[in-house]
């Protein structure tokens, strides 16, 4: 890792060491020490906007700052991402996962999926493209996808639902005609499939609201910014948050760890919660989870 970087702002070891520090404290992320110039470049903007002169100074406020850390977190968190991106997912659920919750909900209607870590939505709307034509002939039932980011700026983008139409080179002719409207190089999202999700700003790091549990759970290359221990600590609170036989999907290079006894792999990165695994989980719940403000994922 180089010590310092000269460009605009001095950007020194020790400074990169409490970024480090700080993005690891707010958000549980592990920064590798190549990311140095990429850490430098994004910081580097929010110091032009605050007319700052210095990173020691910026990082300072950043830790005295409650407003600015959402900054500095929203600065530092990659979000890459394409509708369909691991096509193998959503056909499984479709073939299989759909077709099983249409005969365990069918007393009481209610579906539940959640995309954590939803990025700029791409995940999110997929979801909710898989999930429409099944909708179709269950107008009585209640089937919400919940949408969660740590970045409050790609929740905004998520909303708004705009996007370049090379994103949508997975999407087919039938469904982009169907979900998207087109102006010159833009894909906007039709309020149909919008009136399937709700996104909502959380940090997976601190304790969840949510009071009711899933059927499906998609968090997919989040893992990858976390150490081992507390990914499995992640692994053991999304199967508490899973219903018996709900699903966890993993990205591509992501795994459930030593969790083997709490799910079954069902496919590629794709898991389903063991149903005996229920005092297993007892043992793992965190402490205080269960003392966050619970409200409704409808919401």
């Not at 919008?194 to 909502?200: P, T």
């Amino acid at each position: 890792m180089a010590t310092v970087l000269k460009k605009q702002f001095e950007f020194t070891a020790a400074d990169f060491t409490t970024v480090q520090k700080l993005i690891h404290q707010y958000a549980g992320i592990n920064l590798n020490d190549h990311k140095f110039e990429m850490v430098y470049s994004r910081l580097a903007r929010r110091l032009r906007v605050l007319n700052i002169s210095t990173m020691a100074n910026y990082l300072k406020l950043v830790q005295s700052d409650h407003t600015e850390s959402i900054h500095f977190i929203n600065a530092i968190t990659t979000n890459l991402t394409y509708f369909y991106r691991e096509t193998h997912h959503f056909d499984y659920l479709k073939q299989n996962i759909l077709p099983e919750l249409s005969l365990k909900h069918k007393d009481d209607k209610r579906v539940r999926l959640w995309s954590a870590g939803c990025s700029t939505g791409e995940e999110a709307y997929s979801i909710a493209m898989s999930l429409h034509s099944f909708c179709l002939n269950k107008k009585h039932w209640d089937i919400r996808v919940l949408a969660t980011d740590l970045d409050t700026n790609v929740l905004n983008a998520c909303e708004y639902g705009e996007y370049p139409t090379d994103k949508l080179d997975n999407v087919s002719a039938s469904e982009k005609k169907h979900y998207f409207n087109f102006h010159q190089s833009l894909a906007t999202v039709k309020p149909k499939l919008k009136k399937l999700i709700a996104f909502k700003r959380l940090n997976l790091m601190e304790p969840w609201p949510m009071s009711k549990k899933f059927d499906v759970i998609f968090c997919r290359n989040v893992l990858i910014y976390f150490d081992r221990l507390t990914q499995n600590k992640l692994i053991q609170r999304f199967a508490r948050q899973l219903l018996p036989g709900g699903y966890l999907i993993l990205g591509h290079t992501e795994s459930i760890g030593n969790n083997i006894d709490l799910f079954e792999t069902r496919g590629r990165t794709i898991f389903q919660k063991r149903q005996q695994s229920v005092e297993k989980l007892s043992q793992y719940f965190e402490k205080g989870t269960n003392k966050a403000k619970r409200v409704e994922q409808r919401d």
